[in-house]
């Protein structure tokens, strides 16, 4: 069996890179594992909620000082460009991106081998550097060498493409290839972060390292040390349902990984049936967490026998505030990037009328943008409601739309206007469907309600759409939405949520104060829900918007206060600081 042989590692003219990493191997760090990271606006090696997530985490930890080094795939070809016909019809167009001078290459390389075939791994250095003169190391793993198979150069290109194997393949590089890839590179790691199961098989290869030398092992006894590997590992799950998670049959298992890893072990600890990812991570990991409260109750219930604690998650304080309000901000609140808890004085501190001129400056820039996109001409003086997300069955696009109808009347007697964002997976059908099911209703409705949706949502045009809406709507199937961030990322820039009790919501939610909600926090039922979201939008939300401008003042403020000074990325990484990195 080769798995007690060596790894491969060439450090190739060492010389070279290693200058590049200087100052930054001193440290023990947090060595964070994911499947996508939002970098820049325009890399695309993100997909969405879970990127930007993973990009907010080390943009906090760089301005709090925390040593991290973040690892995760180059994603050469990235996710996809989307374009939309007509009648809303959704084809995806290739969205690539060049490392070469964007990140540095590093020249160290390690071999895996995967399908009998020895694949050849790279990376390159991305620096992410916040306010402070603090900077955090990006690893992006790549497998696009020379000496590679064809079929293997491509395994780090298409960010949740192709099939099955292919996933499993690029989970091999990220979690063991990322584990050899820091140890060649020269990182010291105190703590290991999984960042959902897409890394878990990290810790299979800790098993390995930490792995008893065969003279210490007696005969018949496990070589694994698991309580050592389980110390230093970390296990965050995203999914509230069993059937969202990474399960690989065993047949494949064996097939791709037979000379990686120990299949047996593997067997033990991810589940008898499929290498389930989860199973992986809890077995593996002392610190696990769900991403919101209800989250992680749900995933108590889901797996029993395992503690998942929560840490509700956060958005970036200085990411997603529009410069209106950081302009605000920093004149009345100063050091709320650094401590966004002061925005708990906001209230007190800022004028009504600086909110609502802020605001309406956040406002005319969308109104632009959306005008330079397609043309649509929206009317500042009437509100917006905004909704974007991934277009996909569970988050309901098309509740709004339940009863045109009762639509058409709410808009005669509150005119408001919609603004709709969000690309579907290329393999889910039902997304598109529903992205053509809504150019349709607005087609239906055109000249009773001015609706706008803007092809290729990404962070650009959330920044822009959260600080510009005037509401945020957000209508997830519960419990399917784990936390939600969205709703955060509006709250920082005065905007109030209308939304389903779930996720985040459940926490963030103070009626009329910090928003509103639909139904209640038990089952959904579609027919109940678009009836409550009806009710309140035509008796609650828009007479205060259009009766009463400082009450309404008074809710954009309780966003700010009580949710933006709390739903915050920096004291979500204060408590994996204090929880789970030093336990
Ligand atoms: C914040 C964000 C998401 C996640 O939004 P949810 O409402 O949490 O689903 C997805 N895509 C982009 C581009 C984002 O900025």
Redesign the pocket.
Known sequence: MSSNTAPLVDSGGESEWKPLLEGLLHEHRIAYFSMEI?LENDIPT????????AGDTLRSAVDLGLPLVAVSLVSRAGYFRQRLDADGRQTEEPDPWSPEGRAHPLGAKIALEIEGRNVWVRSWLYVLRGQLKIAEPVVLLDTDLEENHPEDRVITHYLYGGDEAYRLKQEIVLGIGGVRMLHALGFRVREYHMNEGHSALLAVELLKVFAYRREEVRTGESPYDIPRVREVCNFTTHTPVSAGQDQFPYALVSRIMDGTADIGMIRRLAGDESLNMTRLGLNLSEYVNGVAKRHAELSNRLFPGYTVHAVT?G?HPFT?TCPEFARLYNQHVPGWCHEPELLVRADMAIGDDEVWHAHAGAKQRLIDKVHTLGSTALDPALPIIGF???MTAY?RPDLLFSSLERLRALAQRHPFQLVIA??AHPRDDGGKALIEQIYRHMRELAGAVTIAFLPN???E???LM?AGVDLWL?T?LRPL?A???????AAFNGVPQLSVLD?WWIEGCIEGVTGWAIGNAEESHNGDDAQSLYAKLGDVVLPLYYNNRAAWIRVMKGAICKNASFFNSHRMMRRYVTEAYIR
Request: charged share 25%.
């Open positions: 939002a993100y997909a969405g909620g879970l990127g930007v997530l998650n958005v997603w974007a997300r991934r988050k969000g690309k949502y990404d962070m045009k959330a920044r959260v957000n997830p939405e936390s939600g961030t969205s709703g955060m990322k996720g």
